[in-house]
């Protein structure tokens, strides 16, 4: 897939889950893949807020999720938006870290460290 693409059944994004929680393929190429995905989030309920920020055990979070459908399934019927994964963690707050549909079997995690030295790099040469 490329670009964003709001019709997205997720399916790109779940298979790089799959792919990294399998060890087929390693979390910089799951981010890779996650650049180009789109990704849903819940709205932030405040006009200030660009993403709905989470705190677990004193690390911050935030959930995406590869299809509008596991977003309302975790997280109820809810306001949305969607970005593409670049967008995403373009944005990000400092020291959050990405949970990506992290009820299922192809979920997986994007620390906020790993956030940080991609946009220092700039998408690692993209």
Known sequence: ?????????GAELAAAGRGLNAGSIVLIEA???LDDCTVFLRR??????RLDVYTVRREQWVLGFSTKNRLVRVLGPCSWMALTGQDLMENMPPEANIGIDVQDDH??????ALIAARSF???WGR
């Open 31 to 33: 981010v890779r893949i």
């Open 44 to 49: 932030p309920e405040s006009e200030y807020a």
């Open 1 to 9: 897939m490329s670009g964003f693409d709001i019709e997205t059944d």
């Open 121 to 123: 790099t700039g998408t």
């Open 107 to 112: 979920g997986f995690f994007v620390p906020a």
